[in-house]
């Protein structure tokens, strides 16, 4: 079996599918190389191709009325996207970026349509993809409209830790080498208010943050400066 066969066993999309299956699949896809920074497609432009990532960890983001970049989300080893488009017209919904070295799956946003209309199976996988990420942004949108900068910070930090945490000697490290600037477009806040709480959280002995990603030394007293004071 070559490569694009192995990858797609483990994509959860295609899970329920027979080799034979996942073999005729393999032949309409593409492996595709992305270097760090690199642009894998731009917000508004004609929909054309949708990806699986094999490895790496890729960001889509949208500019907001104000000019201001907005990550909408991170994604990872096994995740599909875009998340529309598969039933309507309609171009890419943001700009996604490979925050990392990736390696992507990509097949024509054509043959993924006639594979749906082929298989039941991959087109009711994809309506559950679709109803997970729907309810996920709708926590992340509670997670960032509510509470004070230090709340907002803190619960992406935690949510980090959920998705992308690596358990080490020294804690919890998140191998994403995000800027200040990644954060405070993740929250739709300014760098400075985000960098005030990030640096306040270093100076505590909390976290660190470095090139290659951050290190929560604990997790559990990480949750606790999110608990009121008692007097």
């Known amino acids: 079996m070559d490569r694009k066969f192995e990858i797609l066993k483990r994509v959860p999309l295609f899970c329920e599918l027979t080799d034979d299956e996942l073999e005729k699949i393999s032949h309409i896809t593409v492996l595709r190389h992305y270097r760090r920074n690199s642009t894998v497609f731009v917000e508004g432009q004609q929909l054309s191709t949708d990806y699986f990532i094999q490895s790496g960890i890729v960001k889509v983001t949208k500019v907001q009325n104000n000019g201001n970049e907005q990550i909408i989300c991170l994604l990872q080893k096994g995740e599909m996207f875009p998340h529309v488009g598969f039933f309507c017209d309609s171009p890419y919904p943001g700009t996604a970026v490979a925050v990392t070295d990736c390696i992507l799956l990509a097949i024509s946003i054509d043959d993924f349509d006639r594979l749906m209309d082929s298989n039941p199976l991959i087109a009711k996988s994809v309506m559950k993809m679709m109803d997970k990420r729907l309810l996920y942004f709708q926590r992340r949108l509670q997670d960032v409209i509510s509470g004070d900068v230090h709340r907002k910070v803190v619960i992406t930090l935690l949510w980090l830790v959920e998705e992308y945490g690596i358990l080490r000697e020294d804690g919890i490290f998140i191998s994403i080498p995000l ?13 400075e208010s985000v960098n005030r709480v990030l640096n306040q959280l270093k100076k505590d002995q909390l976290l660190n943050i470095n090139r290659k990603g951050i290190l929560i030394y604990n997790p559990d007293a990480l949750q606790r400066t999110l608990s009121p004071v008692k007097e």
């Open 179 to 191: 800027t200040h600037q990644d954060f405070a477009n993740m929250l739709g806040m300014s760098r």
